[in-house]
């Protein structure tokens, strides 16, 4: 009878912490898939991540990616001009 106590409480911790409720969002997401992913478990980690909160440092690396990509963008359109002058010369 210890082991269905401890069982029960540690079922209401999930309970409360949140965690059921994911685990079923995510798993209920996964039966309503048309198409089955290869690896149910990848995609399991996948949108569990994608529920977890968010990396202070994982947003910075976002903000700094997508500064790059504007830079690559001017820098790719800077090409463009340069080579059409050159084709002039």
């Given at each position: 009878q210890a082991a269905d106590s401890k069982r029960e409480q540690f079922r209401q911790y999930l309970e409360k912490s949140g965690v059921l409720d994911v685990l079923t969002k995510v798993l209920v997401?996964?039966?309503e898939e048309p198409?089955?992913?290869n690896s149910a478990l990848d995609f399991l980690k996948h949108h569990l991540g994608a529920s977890a909160p968010e990396n202070p440092?994982?947003?910075a690396l976002r903000l700094e990616l997508a500064e790059m990509k504007e830079k690559?963008?001017?820098v790719l359109e800077?090409?463009?001009t340069l080579k059409?002058?050159?084709k002039v010369y």
């Open positions: 997401a996964l039966y198409e089955k992913p440092e994982l947003e690559y963008e001017a800077e090409n463009k059409s002058k050159v």
